[in-house]
């Protein structure tokens, strides 16, 4: 079974930062790709920013500048270093893995809070 383990939510005040962190436990084949994803209240879940195996970064235009993906192989963790927190940023922040079979593993979620 494989399991995704978010940390590092909270609460932050607008212009604050934040590092989320995402490991991977459990039999998991290579990744394609790792990413973040976030939900707010009401609306639909969004990608944030995504890291192929190959190193290739994506980023939702609205996080380019303030948000890094990077990925640590060794401890099988992504991460997301958010800075410059805006109250829109304020979301239900999930972590999903694709394996190269396919396969898409999520987390449970980590609530991130910017507040004004």
């Known amino acids: 079974q494989v399991q995704l383990a978010e940390s590092g939510g909270g609460l932050v005040q607008a212009g604050g930062s934040l590092r989320l962190s995402c490991a991977v436990s459990?039999?998991?084949?290579?990744?394609?790709?790792m990413g973040w994803y976030r939900q707010a209240p009401g609306k639909q879940r969004e990608l944030v920013a995504d890291?192929?195996?190959?190193?290739?970064?994506n980023y939702a235009d609205s996080v380019k500048g303030r948000f890094t993906i990077s990925r640590d192989d060794a401890k099988n963790t992504v991460y997301l270093q958010m800075n410059s927190l805006k109250p829109e940023d304020t979301a239900v922040y999930y972590c999903?893995?694709?394996?190269?079979?396919?396969?898409?593993?999520w987390g449970q979620g980590t609530q991130v809070t910017v507040s004004s």
């Open positions: 999903r893995v694709v394996d190269t079979r396919g396969q898409s593993f």
């Open positions: 459990g039999r998991i084949f290579s990744f394609n790709v």
């Open positions: 890291i192929t195996w190959g190193g290739n970064r």
